[in-house]
């Protein structure tokens, strides 16, 4: 398949799982966006370091549903992280030069770029944080998997098709 772009986030697992595709596409132009993971807690060493023990401090932000709530100076809020998702949204709808786009990102980013998609516009409110918390639930993808998406400039819902096929031979594992 023709690829016109690759966009990664300014991690450094962004940019491992992208490093394939980079070296079977060498001459292809790539860009750093701000398309990395959504940070919402801060990383206060008297806050747990495991999944497990940081549960409780993940049900505690989304229960809280404050939009503009901001856990420490390293962090943002749900609202800025949402802010971030349209903004590259509409760069990516903006790119007319590029027909495939290949954006390696993390899970929640990816899923705020779909549910975006299918709101219009967009106001934020504990409602809504819910919603969005209810969305990447039920739509969490696993590492690897691709989300296919075809988009043209109209307001129209993204859809996407997940695709895991690649990784048929590998262990899956879910964070969700």
Same mark, same amino acid.
């Given at each position: 398949?023709?690829?016109?772009?690759?966009?990664?986030?300014?991690?450094?697992? @962004?940019?491992?799982?992208?490093?394939?595709?980079?070296?079977?596409?060498?001459?292809?132009?790539?860009?750093?966006?701000?398309?990395?993971?959504?940070?919402? %807690?801060?990383?206060?060493?008297?806050?747990?370091? =495991?999944?497990?023990?940081?549960?409780?401090?993940?049900?505690?932000?989304?229960?809280?549903?404050?939009?503009?709530?901001?856990?420490?100076?390293?962090?943002?809020?749900?609202?800025?992280?949402?802010?971030?998702?349209?903004?590259?949204? #509409?760069?990516?709808?903006?790119?007319?030069?590029?027909?495939?786009?290949?954006?390696?990102?993390? /899970?929640?980013?990816?899923?705020? %770029?779909?549910?975006? @998609?299918?709101?219009?516009? +967009?106001?934020?409110?504990?409602? =809504? #944080?819910?919603?969005?918390?209810?969305? %990447?639930?039920? *739509?969490? %993808? +696993?590492?690897?998997?691709?989300?296919? +998406?075809?988009?043209? *400039?109209?307001?129209?819902?993204?859809?996407?098709?997940?695709?895991?096929?690649?990784?048929?031979?590998?262990? /899956?594992?879910?964070?969700?």
């Amino acid at each position: 398949f023709p690829l016109d772009l690759i966009v990664t986030s300014s991690y450094a697992r @962004s940019k491992q799982t992208a490093k394939t595709t980079i070296s079977s596409f060498q001459h292809i132009l790539r860009k750093e966006w701000p398309v990395q993971e959504f940070t919402f %807690l801060s990383l206060n060493p008297t806050k747990s370091s =495991t999944i497990n023990e940081r549960r409780p401090h993940v049900d505690e932000y989304w229960n809280t549903r404050s939009p503009s709530y901001v856990d420490g100076l390293e962090v943002e809020s749900f609202e800025q992280f949402i802010n971030r998702a349209s903004q590259v949204m #509409m760069d990516l709808k903006g790119m007319k030069e590029y027909k495939t786009i290949a954006v390696f990102s993390h /899970v929640q980013f990816i899923c705020a %770029l779909l549910w975006l @998609s299918q709101r219009d516009p +967009v106001n934020l409110s504990r409602e =809504t #944080m819910q919603e969005f918390r209810k969305f %990447l639930k039920v *739509n969490w %993808l +696993v590492n690897g998997a691709i989300v296919r +998406v075809q988009f043209d *400039n109209s307001n129209e819902p993204w859809q996407g098709e997940i695709i895991t096929s690649h990784m048929e031979n590998q262990e /899956v594992v879910s964070l969700g």
